[in-house]
């Protein structure tokens, strides 16, 4: 089976656009209440979360594969967030939120997949 043709794009980049977006609306006003150290803290969490979230949404319409496209949504985020700061050095934080930001997809895929399955 051909995985690349079985990948829904589409709803990935949708889901990882709408991640990261998710991800700034959450930490722009933390960012101007309290100040640029506590995204060290919020970062890393939010990144994690959102991309748990929208992997589920990505994976509600998929039969298989879900693990994979939740970890593509991660990337996406990832790559969003990389090409908004022009690859600048990062705080060692960031640079373990965007592992994050796979590893919520990837569990977000399998929670997906769990409820698939199960209804």
Known sequence: ??????????????GGFLAEVSLF?????????AGQ??????APAGSLATCFVFAIWVGRRL????????CLVGVVAMLLYVA????????VAYLIAHGL??????GGGFVGGRRQVSS
């Not at 089976?1 to 949708?14: A, D, F, K, P, Q």
């Not at 298989?64 to 939740?70: A, K, Q, T, V």
């Not at 908004?84 to 705080?91: D, F, I, L, N």
């Open 25 to 33: 609306v959450i930490v722009i006003p933390i960012y101007m209440l």
């Open 101 to 106: 930001k796979i590893a919520g997809g990837a």
């Open 84 to 91: 908004v700061t022009r690859a600048q050095p990062e705080p």
């Open 63 to 70: 039969e298989s594969g879900f693990i994979l496209h939740g």
């Open 37 to 42: 150290h506590v995204l060290l803290y919020v």
């Open 1 to 14: 089976m051909n995985t690349l043709g079985s990948i829904h794009w589409v709803r990935v980049l949708i």
